[in-house]
């Protein structure tokens, strides 16, 4: 397991409450269900599919998700493995780790499910993640990941749902799953460049706060899958981003960034207040807006003018650290300089008088030696007749 383990944040309950269908998701489940059904094998093409998937909405309900999302992601449904037994990766080195993440994960199920249900369910999302590791070695598990592979159990069931978390984590989250979090941390500066470049006071304001990116972290690990409460809008943002190139999350959170500019300016500037206000996601965030803001900025910003700038910054922030490094040492050679000399004086201060405290208590001590040898030995003469 790479070193995101360690980082923990607490996960709110998700709400599967339904809402009424709106007019205008009415009129796009039946497009899309029209499309299935003039399609063959009911295989939409992909662009025209990925343009529902982007475009307000998304792909409206779980019935067309479970049709959809494993086109979406380049899935065979025709050609799926065998799922093995839970029984069959109880060695793998993984195994409690896992088992304990898809144990705190119950808020992550509908509530009311038979407790049977529930515990298969479990098994299965365990079974589905150890599959995958096993298969690639070379990929670390991370803790976040089962928040995604739970969303794609739960909407395409187990054999389905491990060939989209195969795909997606060879792809997507690849990154993610190295041996260290360094890639990811790096992607995760790719923010401020965009931030800076729509709103250059906003992106001041949060270089000073020295926020940093780690409220964003849980957002790029699980699609937002962790830090959300709404069902609805965890399975939306999963459509949008199976329709999208891997690094939209990024731009998903500059825009979130850009519309809480307002609440941003209103926190003390500093990393506490700052951060404590970004790492929880309001529950009215307007997310048909906010995912148009997202595909405006992708297509308006470069990736590789947005990765030179981002070496900029880290640079910036490799010199930042010498200096401060080197002002520390410093001071600490200061502190060290002023330490001896106050421990020079103390000596040449105290020395005198301790060498004389200890040669009269030497004095001392060999005066009574020599009494006592003296009265033992009289006292031994004496016994002997010796005057």
Request: proline share 5%.
């Amino acid at each position: 397991m790479n070193n995101v383990d360690e980082i923990k944040i607490d996960q709110p309950a998700l709400s599967f409450e339904k809402s009424p269908e709106s007019d205008e998701e009415h009129r796009k489940r039946l497009e899309i269900e029209e499309l299935i059904a003039q399609s063959e094998n009911h295989n939409i093409p992909l662009n025209t599919l990925q343009k529902l998937a982007l475009t307000p909405y998304g792909l409206v309900n779980d019935n067309l998700r479970r049709i959809l999302w494993p086109q979406l992601a380049g899935v065979d449904v025709n050609t799926l493995e065998r799922a093995p037994t839970l029984g069959e990766l109880q060695n793998h080195p993984e195994y409690n780790q896992v088992v304990l993440d898809v144990n705190r994960s119950l808020k992550r199920f509908p509530p009311g499910i038979p407790y049977e249900q529930r515990i298969a369910l479990q098994d299965q999302l365990t079974v589905l993640i150890l599959r995958v590791i096993k298969k690639y070695p070379n990929l670390r598990y991370y803790q976040g990941y089962h928040d995604v592979a739970v969303t794609f159990l739960l909407v395409a069931g187990e054999e389905v749902a491990y060939a989209i978390m195969e795909q997606l984590s060879t792809t997507h989250f690849s990154e993610c799953m190295q041996e260290t979090m360094e890639a990811t941390q790096r992607r995760l500066m790719f923010i401020w460049p965009v931030v800076n470049f729509e709103n250059p006071e906003l992106y001041q304001f949060l270089q000073r706060s020295t926020v940093g990116t780690l409220f964003a972290l849980p957002w790029y690990l699980t699609w937002f899958g962790h830090s959300l409460n709404s069902y609805k809008a965890v399975v939306r943002l999963y459509d949008y981003f199976l329709a999208s190139k891997m690094y939209t999350p990024i731009f998903v959170t500059a825009a979130i960034l850009l519309h809480r500019s307002s609440e941003i300016f209103k926190e003390d500037c500093d990393m506490a207040s700052v951060h404590c206000l970004l790492s929880r996601l309001p529950e009215d965030l307007p997310f048909e807006d906010l995912l148009q803001t997202s595909s405006m900025l992708y297509e308006k910003h470069s990736l590789t003018v947005i990765e030179k700038e981002v070496e900029v910054l880290i640079l910036k922030e490799k010199e930042q650290r010498i200096a401060e490094e080197k002002m520390l040492l410093e001071r600490r050679k200061k502190l060290t300089r002023s330490a001896s000399t106050n421990r020079s004086y103390s000596i040449g201060h105290w020395l005198p008088n301790l060498l004389k405290s200890r040669s009269l208590l030497v004095t001392t001590a060999v005066s009574i030696v020599v009494g006592v040898c003296a009265y033992y030995y009289k006292n031994q003469y004496l016994a002997a007749g010796i005057s």
